[in-house]
């Protein structure tokens, strides 16, 4: 039987019977591009995607007939909710390469570190609360916190990362008002979407004010091991201790997306109710997913392969710096991202992307509206691009095209307020202070690829 579209008599019949919090339920962006981008002649700048081709398919077949030999009852039954013990020791081995050393038994295995997120909201959070998250932040967890009906405060980012200043002045401005904040949500590490990492001195602070605050904070690290330059910093959880920092990680960008496996530290009393949560939610994580990882990590050099991937996306990094310096006007301004997947572009002010988006889809290229990472309508000038899910070639092509439609745009705006516009041959590179107000140009030579 053929789809159709939700009709108005569609809405009216079923409206009455949604849940009030249904209400401030938000799609999330990567989702309503991903039929879009699936099409094979649209090049995708907008998915956080890994590139999975750089898996052997002969070492994922051998790898599967190895668990269908050995393990094959149980990896097609249920599992406990907290994981499987050899999956739960590979995420050991994974969070010691990066300074944090925890017991298995402290670790919860989960479908993806999407559902971390989603877990820590639906323990913590009541209607109305106050939740702190970045600006920009992590477009897949908008919809989260709209769902649970969260009040989100978010603290402008720089270069450095999250403006712990302002957070903490924030936190002043809460408390006088009789609001306390259940958590503080941050992407410290190469940030999803804006690309930039906080520094030291502000992870020390950040940890600091959550002990004092007794404020737990969520730890969104899906990319520390992709470093592409630069020296790694330590986790916040490595700094606290596991104390009030609760953390997030995943197999996603280090092995597979599909293979749909994240996990989370956290205290043990927070660690608990996340546990409890999770059983109503889908009683395990897949055990096929978990075997599979335990037999990789016994018989392959996990690090060797993050050593590949992590060369291959600094390439592709390098390639996109030069073309957005190639291709878009000099109003522009970018970040320079030492790792992660993603490069946050902002373009002069009357440039609307989530209006540029549709003008693209026509030239067969998307990426990420810089809305879709704020709860406030901010944003409305930005985009973020992604470059670990196409190869250069294609990268080059894609922002040629968003180029394209960009240019189309600053031609249109001079000629209907007689503005000339920037002098197209002196294009340069340069890196921002990603959608803050009045924020700093730091200007830099433009990267070639390869060059060090």
């Known amino acids: 039987m053929p789809s159709r579209r939700t009709t108005a008599g569609d809405i009216e019949r079923y409206a009455g019977l949604f849940a009030r919090r249904t209400h401030g339920m938000t799609s999330s962006a990567m989702r309503d591009l991903m039929a879009v981008t699936n099409r ?8 956080g995607l890994p590139d999975t081709s750089t898996f052997p398919p002969e070492l994922f077949s051998s790898l599967m007939s190895k668990v269908g030999a050995t393990s094959s009852a149980q990896a097609l039954q249920y599992g406990p909710t907290e994981g499987l013990p050899e999956a739960r020791d590979c995420i050991v081995q994974v969070m010691a390469a990066e300074g944090m050393h925890v017991e298995a038994d402290d670790l919860l295995v989960t479908t993806g570190g999407q559902q971390v997120i989603d877990l820590v909201a639906r323990t913590l959070i009541d209607p109305g609360d106050v939740v702190i998250a970045e600006a920009p932040t992590y477009p897949g967890a908008v919809p989260v916190f709209a769902s649970f009906q ?3 405060v978010q603290i402008e980012l720089d270069a450095d990362g999250l403006r712990v200043d302002l957070m903490e002045s924030t936190l002043d401005r809460l408390q006088t008002e009789g609001r306390r904040p259940k958590f503080i949500y941050t992407v410290p590490s190469f940030q999803n979407p804006a690309g930039v990492t906080l520094s030291l001195e502000r992870r020390q602070a950040l940890v600091r004010i959550a002990k004092e605050r007794q404020l737990i904070v969520l730890e969104d690290n899906p990319y520390g091991l992709l470093r592409y330059e630069g020296d790694a910093q330590p986790t916040l959880f490595a700094l606290d201790g596991g104390e009030y920092v609760t ?17 989370c530290a956290a205290p043990r009393p927070v660690l608990e109710r996340l546990n409890a949560a999770n059983a109503a939610a889908d009683l395990c994580s897949a055990p096929l997913a978990q075997y599979f990882v335990g037999a990789y990590f016994r018989e ?4 060797s392969y993050v050593r590949t991937l992590s060369e291959v996306y600094r390439r592709r990094r390098d390639t996109m710096l030069d073309a957005l310096a190639e291709h878009l006007p000099r109003e522009a301004s970018w970040t320079h991202p030492q790792g992660g997947l993603f490069i946050w572009a902002t373009l002069p002010d009357y440039i609307d992307t989530t209006d540029l988006l549709a003008r693209a889809l026509r030239e067969n290229v998307a990426f990420v509206p810089g809305r879709a990472a704020f709860l406030d309508g901010r944003g409305g000038s930005s985009m973020r691009l992604n470059f670990s899910g196409v190869g250069e070639d294609e990268i080059r092509e894609g922002v040629a095209r968003i180029g394209k439609v960009v240019r189309e745009q600053v031609a249109l705006y001079s000629t209907l307020t007689g503005a000339v516009p920037a002098d197209p041959t002196a294009r340069h590179a340069r890196t921002a202070e990603p959608d803050a107000p009045g924020a700093t140009v730091h200007e ?4 070639r690829a390869g060059d060090r």
């Open 150 to 152: 969260a009040d989100v």
């Open 444 to 447: 830099f030579r433009a990267r």
């Open 300 to 303: 392959h050099d996990w690090r």
């Open 40 to 47: 094979p002649e649209v090049i995708s700048l907008a998915g």
């Open 247 to 263: 953390y997030l990680g995943t197999f996603s960008k280090i092995l597979s997306p599909g293979l749909r496996l994240g996990w």
